[in-house]
Protein backbone atom coordinates (compact mmCIF):
# COMPACT_ATOMS: atom_id res chain seq x y z
CA UNK A 1 0.00 0.00 0.00
CA UNK A 2 1.38 3.61 -0.99
CA UNK A 3 1.98 5.88 1.76
CA UNK A 4 3.50 9.51 1.11
CA UNK A 5 4.36 11.25 4.39
CA UNK A 6 5.00 15.07 4.56
CA UNK A 7 7.03 16.78 7.02
CA UNK A 8 9.38 20.00 7.30
CA UNK A 9 6.03 22.73 7.70
CA UNK A 10 6.22 25.27 10.13
CA UNK A 11 5.86 28.72 11.30
CA UNK A 12 8.25 31.67 8.97
CA UNK A 13 8.49 35.02 8.48
CA UNK A 14 7.46 37.01 5.46
CA UNK A 15 11.01 36.30 3.19
CA UNK A 16 11.84 32.94 4.63
CA UNK A 17 12.86 29.94 3.32
CA UNK A 18 11.19 26.44 4.25
CA UNK A 19 12.06 23.16 2.71
CA UNK A 20 8.89 20.40 2.66
CA UNK A 21 10.05 16.59 2.03
CA UNK A 22 7.34 13.60 1.09
CA UNK A 23 8.86 10.51 2.06
CA UNK A 24 6.70 7.51 -0.25
CA UNK A 25 6.78 3.81 0.51
CA UNK A 26 5.13 1.06 -0.58
CA UNK A 27 5.78 1.05 -4.40
CA UNK A 28 8.51 0.23 -6.49
CA UNK A 29 9.01 3.83 -8.47
CA UNK A 30 9.74 3.80 -12.43
CA UNK A 31 7.52 6.68 -14.63
CA UNK A 32 5.86 8.27 -11.57
CA UNK A 33 4.39 11.42 -11.13
CA UNK A 34 5.10 13.35 -7.77
CA UNK A 35 3.40 16.98 -7.06
CA UNK A 36 2.50 19.09 -4.41
CA UNK A 37 -1.06 20.73 -3.84
CA UNK A 38 -1.60 23.09 -0.79
CA UNK A 39 -5.03 24.55 0.34
CA UNK A 40 -5.07 27.95 1.77
CA UNK A 41 -8.19 28.64 4.62
CA UNK A 42 -11.31 28.61 2.72
CA UNK A 43 -10.14 28.16 -0.22
CA UNK A 44 -9.56 24.81 -2.43
CA UNK A 45 -6.82 22.68 -2.71
CA UNK A 46 -4.24 24.34 -5.61
CA UNK A 47 -1.74 22.90 -7.68
CA UNK A 48 2.20 23.73 -7.01
CA UNK A 49 4.42 21.57 -8.61
CA UNK A 50 5.24 18.85 -10.28
CA UNK A 51 8.28 16.78 -11.00
CA UNK A 52 8.43 13.10 -13.25
CA UNK A 53 10.30 10.30 -11.35
CA UNK A 54 11.72 9.40 -14.39
CA UNK A 55 13.77 11.78 -16.19
CA UNK A 56 13.44 14.84 -13.56
CA UNK A 57 11.47 17.59 -15.98
CA UNK A 58 9.15 20.04 -13.79
CA UNK A 59 6.63 22.41 -13.83
CA UNK A 60 5.44 25.09 -11.78
CA UNK A 61 2.40 27.36 -10.84
CA UNK A 62 2.39 30.72 -12.13
CA UNK A 63 1.61 31.74 -8.25
CA UNK A 64 4.94 30.26 -7.03
CA UNK A 65 7.46 30.14 -9.94
CA UNK A 66 11.37 31.57 -9.34
CA UNK A 67 10.44 31.32 -5.81
CA UNK A 68 10.01 27.25 -5.43
CA UNK A 69 11.97 24.33 -6.18
CA UNK A 70 10.47 20.88 -6.60
CA UNK A 71 13.19 17.64 -6.46
CA UNK A 72 13.87 13.99 -6.14
CA UNK A 73 16.15 11.81 -4.10
CA UNK A 74 15.11 8.36 -6.24
CA UNK A 75 17.71 6.45 -3.65
CA UNK A 76 15.42 8.17 -0.52
CA UNK A 77 12.31 7.96 -2.63
CA UNK A 78 11.67 11.64 -1.39
CA UNK A 79 10.52 14.31 -2.98
CA UNK A 80 11.32 18.25 -1.59
CA UNK A 81 9.86 21.34 -2.34
CA UNK A 82 12.06 23.67 -1.47
CA UNK A 83 10.41 27.46 -1.11
CA UNK A 84 12.02 30.65 -0.93
CA UNK A 85 10.49 33.91 -0.77
CA UNK A 86 7.37 33.69 1.02
CA UNK A 87 4.71 35.46 1.19
CA UNK A 88 1.76 35.49 3.84
CA UNK A 89 -0.43 34.20 0.83
CA UNK A 90 1.62 31.12 1.07
CA UNK A 91 -0.03 29.70 3.86
CA UNK A 92 -1.83 26.68 3.61
CA UNK A 93 -1.68 23.33 4.23
CA UNK A 94 1.07 21.61 1.86
CA UNK A 95 0.09 17.88 0.45
CA UNK A 96 1.94 15.98 -1.40
CA UNK A 97 0.92 13.44 -4.42
CA UNK A 98 1.43 10.63 -6.73
CA UNK A 99 0.26 9.62 -9.91
CA UNK A 100 0.87 5.94 -11.04
CA UNK A 101 0.47 6.83 -14.80
CA UNK A 102 0.94 9.78 -16.83
CA UNK A 103 -1.82 12.36 -16.68
CA UNK A 104 -2.47 15.52 -18.60
CA UNK A 105 -3.68 17.78 -16.57
CA UNK A 106 -1.63 17.73 -13.54
CA UNK A 107 -3.22 21.24 -12.09
CA UNK A 108 -6.57 18.57 -11.68
CA UNK A 109 -7.26 17.41 -8.05
CA UNK A 110 -9.02 14.22 -9.16
CA UNK A 111 -6.31 12.63 -11.98
CA UNK A 112 -3.89 11.64 -8.78
CA UNK A 113 -3.84 8.52 -7.26
CA UNK A 114 -2.18 8.70 -3.62
CA UNK A 115 -2.32 11.42 -0.87
CA UNK A 116 -0.48 12.43 1.96
CA UNK A 117 -2.05 13.91 5.17
CA UNK A 118 -0.64 17.33 4.43
CA UNK A 119 1.98 19.77 6.28
CA UNK A 120 0.91 23.34 7.71
CA UNK A 121 3.31 26.09 6.47
CA UNK A 122 2.23 29.62 7.61
CA UNK A 123 4.04 32.33 6.55
CA UNK A 124 3.64 35.69 9.14
CA UNK A 125 3.91 39.04 7.84
Known amino acids: QVQLVESGGGLVQAGGSLRLSCVAS????????MGWFRRAPGLEREFVAV????????YYADSVKGRFTISRDNAKNTVYLQMSSLKPKDTAVYYC??????????????????WGQGTQVTVSS
Open 97 to 114: TMATSPILRVEAVSPWDY
Open 26 to 33: GHTFSSET
Open 51 to 58: IRWSGGST
